[in-house]
């Protein structure tokens, strides 16, 4: 079965700072891959996906994260951290032709200032 | 659209009264997940649908928990009896088809089983 981990239950950076957040994926064959982003007291928003095509895939709010294959890998960046970033992120992956997702065990993400 | 609704937000009961959830998927969505947040278990997929009709519930943890889609715009979760390890929040969530995979998280409901 298809399983993500993400490395570091707890992240913190300074504002300003390189967000990385980690994703690995158990997988021979690529399959779909997504980050979301919950807010507290609220459900999961769509940061970002990819589905096979550009391996360098942009999502809202100025992340981005990129496929390795090579490396199993979809971690997720962004340059210069906001306060505005400060929530839990989950890595998610799902086979193709599949429907549904299986989430990392998430990461919370603090912005110190 | 108004997106996925859940309802109640908040549910407070007693071990074994009866706990039903609500959620009102997106218009033309055709499919609907049903997930369980814990602390110690993270989100566990419980049973997702489609076209109304259950395609995968191997999450489902027992006997004690159901669900129901009646119709294109509402399905219901049941938990009889109610126990106090199912305290957890429940997320609904809906997705088109076409492969995108793009799901709609409702706001959740929070359910507390003293």
């Known amino acids: 079965a298809q399983s993500v981990t993400q490395l570091g239950s707890h992240v913190s950076v300074s504002e300003g700072a390189l967000v990385l957040l980690r994703c690995n994926y158990s997988?021979?064959?690529?399959?779909?891959l997504f980050w979301y982003v919950q807010y507290p007291n609220q459900g999961l928003q769509l940061l970002l996906k990819?589905?096979?095509?550009?391996?360098l895939v942009k999502g809202i709010n100025g992340f981005e994260a990129e496929f390795k294959k090579s490396e199993t890998s979809f971690h997720l960046t962004k340059p210069s951290a906001h306060m505005s970033d400060a929530a839990e992120y989950f890595c998610?992956?799902?086979?193709?032709?599949?429907?549904?997702?299986?989430f990392g065990q998430g990461t919370r993400l603090t912005i110190n200032p | 659209d108004a997106g996925v609704i859940q309802s109640p937000r908040h549910e407070v009961t007693e071990m074994g009264q009866e706990v039903t959830l609500r959620c009102k998927p997106i218009?033309?969505?055709?499919?609907l997940f049903w997930y369980r947040q814990t602390m110690m278990r993270g989100l566990e997929l419980l049973i997702y649908?489609?076209?109304?009709?259950?395609?995968?519930d191997s999450g489902m943890p027992e006997d004690r928990f159901s669900a129901k889609m009646p119709n294109a715009s509402f399905s219901t979760l049941k938990i009889q009896p109610s126990e106090p390890r199912d305290s957890a929040v429940y997320f609904c969530?809906?997705?088109?088809?076409?492969?995108?995979?793009?799901?709609?998280f409702g706001s959740g409901t929070r359910l507390t089983v003293v």
């Open positions: 969530a809906s997705s088109a088809r076409g492969g995108s995979l793009s799901y709609t």
């Open positions: 997988s021979s064959v690529p399959p779909y």
């Open positions: 990819y589905t096979s095509a550009a391996t």
């Open positions: 998610a992956v799902s086979d193709k032709g599949a429907q549904k997702l299986v």
């Open positions: 218009s033309g969505h055709d499919y």
């Open positions: 649908f489609n076209n109304n009709v259950p395609i995968d």
